[in-house]
């Protein structure tokens, strides 16, 4: 059930906030407001170490020696971890992976982090969720 409450802010944040809802496609501030609140309280389950749900994506040079090998050896690490992980060859040099994770908040980015200090990956992320079950 909604419920309604008056929030108070200065002219120059609330024009901020309406700019924010304007580039991001919301329909009105009730709704853009919801998604920023429960964008913080996953960022808190998260700080909290509560089960998430994330997808890691890396991109790293598959000529560097025994990247690969290792990349693989450390999923093998994280296998309960992994729900699933897709290589797609980007192109002569570079190797794209997608990696979809669920666990431990703290096991998850610790996969993350590994992964990411790899000499020859250039380029790394992590991106969390949450079932949102806490959060209506
Ligand atoms: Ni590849």
Do not use: P
């Not at 809802?21 to 700080?47: F, M, P, Q, T, V």
């Not at 509560?50 to 690969?68: F, N, R, T």
């Not at 993350?112 to 079950?133: E, I, Q, W």
């Amino acid at each position: 059930m909604l419920k309604r409450f008056t929030v108070s802010m200065e002219d120059n944040l609330l024009e901020d906030f309406d700019n924010f809802i304007r580039d991001r496609h919301y329909k009105n501030r009730s709704e853009a407001l919801r998604d920023l609140i429960r964008g913080r309280i996953i960022e808190k389950e998260w700080e909290a170490d509560k089960d998430v749900m994330g997808v890691i994506s890396l991109v790293y040079d598959h000529h560097q020696h025994k990247l690969q090998e290792k990349v693989t050896e450390l999923q093998h690490g994280f296998h309960h971890q992994i729900v699933s992980t897709t290589h797609v060859h980007m192109d002569h040099d570079n190797c794209l992976e997608v990696i979809i994770v669920r666990g431990k908040a703290v096991e998850v980015r610790g996969l993350a982090d590994s992964l990411t200090a790899l000499r020859g990956v250039r380029n790394a992320s992590l991106s969390m969720g949450s079932t949102g079950k806490n959060l209506h």
